[in-house]
């Protein structure tokens, strides 16, 4: 069962970007890549070697192992549906958002190695969304870990919601903050654009700017993961609601942030620099409503 979960895991990782790539290609009206096609762009660059600067030191080059490495074990603590993980301990919620963090901190001590300005400005900004979007990704847990009285992921997924009105309500929100973070986390729009490639305006990409071969198809694996994560984690919310099992839980993960992120990147610009902290504190705002409601309901108080 843990080599599904794994299997699972994986493959909503590789599928995502593809449905992201076939949802903007249909909404504009193109024929579009292939579905597959980021994973060719993977397999070459894990075919050529990495090319480093005269600045950068032995931080730089490890870097994309630590991000990867991050992502790996980060996406093992999800279970999908009612399935089990590869690893699950008590407290594993809190483990997982410190992987999370580890895998950005090595990301920006690697962009300020570089000694680029632009990297610099770019580390500046993922460090400050950053600061931003982990209380609420923290409350987001702290909200599951509330509701279902475990902290450990598999747990908590282990059986469904009690089928009350309130409690699958306080669920979806849940992943619909689940969903909004991805957008962050993965430097999507609005927040960011990865098709864009200006240095002033972007975020993510421009700390990847000196990355080249097998570190920067590392960085982009590990990017699929992390995003997989989040989206099993708003799956596996509503899914403990609705129907707790996996063969609803892997393919509700992909169509929802495949979908949504399709959809917002052909109908909506990215948000100015200046808009960002905004759209992140609102996450944030909206994490800890929900947090406080679920410790209502906790409490029995009646919310009219």
Not at 119 to 146: C, D, F, I, K, W
Not at 166 to 188: D, N, P
């Amino acid at each position: 069962m843990t080599a599904l979960n794994t299997l699972l895991i994986l493959l909503t990782a590789v599928c995502i970007p593809g449905l992201i790539n076939r949802t903007r290609a249909v909404l504009a009206g193109r024929r579009g890549i292939r579905f597959a096609q980021h994973l060719y762009d993977v397999r070459l660059l894990l075919r050529k070697g990495a090319v480093y600067s005269t600045t950068a030191s032995a931080l730089f080059r490890a870097v994309p192992s630590v991000y990867l490495g991050s992502a790996i074990v980060a996406a093992l603590f999800i279970p999908v549906g009612e399935l089990k993980p590869l690893l699950s301990f008590d407290g594993d919620i809190v483990c997982f958002t410190y992987l999370m963090a580890l895998g950005r901190f090595a990301l920006i001590l690697g962009a300020m190695d570089t000694g680029s300005s632009f990297e610099g400005m770019g580390a500046s900004r993922e460090a400050l969304y950053g600061a931003l979007v982990e209380p609420a990704l923290m409350l987001t847990a702290g909200t599951l870990a509330l509701l279902a009285g475990h902290t450990s992921f598999a747990r908590i997924f282990a059986e469904a919601a009690t089928g009350d009105l309130q409690l699958t309500v306080l669920l979806v929100l849940t992943a619909y903050v689940l969903v909004k973070i991805v957008f962050t986390e993965s430097g999507r729009v609005p927040v960011d654009d990865p098709r864009t490639h200006l240095e002033l305006t972007m975020i993510h990409e421009v700390m990847c700017l000196d990355y080249c071969g097998t570190d920067l198809g590392m960085i982009k694996i590990a990017g699929w993961l992390k995003t997989a994560a989040l989206s099993m984690l708003a799956a596996d919310a509503v899914t403990a609601a609705l129907c707790p099992h996996w063969w609803a839980a892997a393919p509700l993960a992909v169509l929802l942030t495949g979908l949504s992120v399709g959809v917002v990147e052909s109908t909506q610009a990215r948000n100015k620099l200046s808009r960002n902290t905004t759209f992140i504190l609102t996450i944030a705002a909206l994490a800890a409503l929900v947090f406080f409601t679920g410790y209502l309901l906790q409490l029995n108080i009646s919310i009219q």
